[in-house]
Nanobody
């Protein structure tokens, strides 16, 4: 099993920045991708960004490209999501996820989930 704990959410005005962190513990060697997802009220959960933990490949949803950056510190088993130029439509609960199967760019392969952290962007 893999445990994921998110932190860093909060409230910010449009144009501002936040950095989310996700600390992984447990059988982390069994996973090869980590990602960030979000779910806004009344909407389905969507993939935002992902990273191959064995290298540097990253993947982004079109809606966040050039604004969000995913990175990792393997020594700390931690993944980050730097979010810049935030927009009100970025408001959502953000979830960290990991997978031991499939391609990192396939949003439906993630099988470990954190509890989520709220991000609120006001106009």
């Amino acid at each position: 099993q893999v445990q994921l704990v998110e932190s860093g959410g909060g409230s910010v005005q449009a144009g501002g920045s936040l950095r989310l962190s996700c600390a992984a513990s447990g059988n982390t060697d069994s996973t090869h991708c980590m990602g960030w997802f979000r779910q806004a009220p009344g909407k389905e959960r969507e993939g935002v960004a992902s990273i191959y933990t064995g290298g540097t490949n990253t993947y982004y949803a079109d809606s966040v490209k050039d604004r969000f950056t995913i990175s990792q510190d393997n020594a700390k088993n931690t993944v980050y999501l730097q979010m810049n130029n935030l927009k009100p439509e970025d408001t959502a609960i953000y979830y960290c996820a990991a997978t031991s199967r499939g391609s990192c760019s396939k949003w439906n392969v993630y099988n470990y989930w954190g509890q989520g952290t709220q991000v609120t962007v006001s106009s």
